[in-house]
């Protein structure tokens, strides 16, 4: 049992299963201020050295303009004045007591799927649901844009608990309809959410992409350098180890009505080999995508609880977590 020391257990904050309920994504917002979600810890870059996010966090309004002082930015000065009035002046800004945070929650049929403690679709919602409450928690609007295998689902940005609450009774609503991994009528590609995303976004948003990224490769780099050449983006991928990987001993596979076996011996070897080789290409070219327009990419596994990862992540002190390791580009790797 975890305890983060204002008496609330860890574990109970723990989602699992198929679907999410909307009791345990409201109980959530008891970590939202252990949460500093402009200032997530930096990645260190393999292959670029070390590199922080392009994340900018709150704007600043300027204020007003006042005489030099001993310690002010020298950044700061205000060279039109001083040079009217002959004495050193410097600008005043006051940070931005509210900015638009929008979460961009893919709920598509792929999103269905997880071999342990929770589907994609179930952390996804969890990790949401805890960024929604934190953003309003330290004073910003919350908006999100559910997205689902034939729509998009648009709340708009508002500084109220209804704005939560509509996007966690929303994204409830999209996971429950999901009931297969494939799609029987096929789904939307994820530069759809983008464009969307686009449209509503104000300059200076914010943005959260939870998704397994699966489609986040080429064919979107167009619209994600749309969207973030005015918005801040921050990529949170959701994957399940069985995806990467097959296993050699026979798996019980269900849906809730119906169980099947499937066996990967050693017979199916190259069957794996090549399953391992594809899916080690999808999430290479996300990656590829993310160092291009350095954009962070956090990765979270959803067979793990969601809590402690989200905290070693956006943690405001330092918090003992599962195994986080820091890879390429601009990636950060963490055991949710």
């Known amino acids: 049992m975890h305890n983060n020391g204002n008496g609330i257990n860890h574990d109970e904050l723990n989602l699992r299963g198929a679907y999410p309920e909307v009791a ?9 201020r252990q949460l500093q979600l402009f200032q997530p810890k930096a990645s260190k870059a393999d292959q670029a050295g070390q590199m922080l996010t392009r994340y900018r966090g709150r704007g600043m309004n300027f204020e007003e303009v006042r005489n030099y002082q001993p310690g002010d930015d020298v950044r700061s000065i205000d060279w039109r004045v001083t040079a009217r009035t002959g004495k050193t002046h410097t600008k005043l800004f006051q940070e931005e007591r509210e900015r638009p945070v929008v979460i961009l929650l893919d709920l ?25 409450w934190s953003g309003l928690h330290h004073g910003d609007r919350i908006g999100a844009l559910l997205f689902s295998d034939q729509s998009v689902e648009t709340v708009r940005p508002r500084r109220s608990h ?29 530069k759809i959410l983008l464009e969307e995303a686009r449209r509503i976004a104000r300059p200076g948003s914010a943005l959260f992409l939870v998704s397994d990224c699966h489609d986040l490769d080429a064919s979107s780099e167009q619209a ?4 973030t050449r005015h918005a801040d983006l921050q990529v949170l991928r959701i994957t399940d180890p069985l995806e990467r990987a097959l296993p050699d001993q026979p ?21 794996r080999d090549n399953f391992a080789l594809q899916q080690q290409q999808v999430r290479a070219q996300t990656e590829q995508l993310c160092r291009k327009l350095r954009l962070p990419l956090i990765d979270f ?10 905290l070693s992540i956006y943690g405001g002190r330092p ?18």
Do not use: C, W
Request: charged residues 10%; proline residues 6%; without cysteine.
């Open 24 to 32: 345990p994504l409201v109980r959530l917002r008891h970590i939202a």
């Open 108 to 132: 598509r049929s792929p999103m269905f799927f997880g071999s342990q403690n929770a589907f994609k679709s179930v952390a996804a919602s969890a990790i949401a649901s805890a960024l929604a």
């Open 162 to 190: 209804h704005a939560v609450l509509a996007s966690i009774h929303g994204m409830v609503a999209a996971a429950g309809a999901l009931n297969s991994p494939v799609s029987a009528s096929g789904y939307q590609p994820i």
């Open 224 to 227: 994600l350098y749309l969207l």
């Open 251 to 271: 798996l019980t596979v269900s849906d809730g009505r119906q169980r099947t076996f499937l066996g990967f011996g050693r017979a199916n070897r190259g069957v």
């Open 301 to 310: 596994d959803n067979t793990q609880p969601v809590v402690p990862a989200l």
């Open 319 to 336: 918090q003992t977590a599962p195994s986080m390791s820091k890879t390429s580009g601009s990636e950060s790797r963490a055991t949710l």
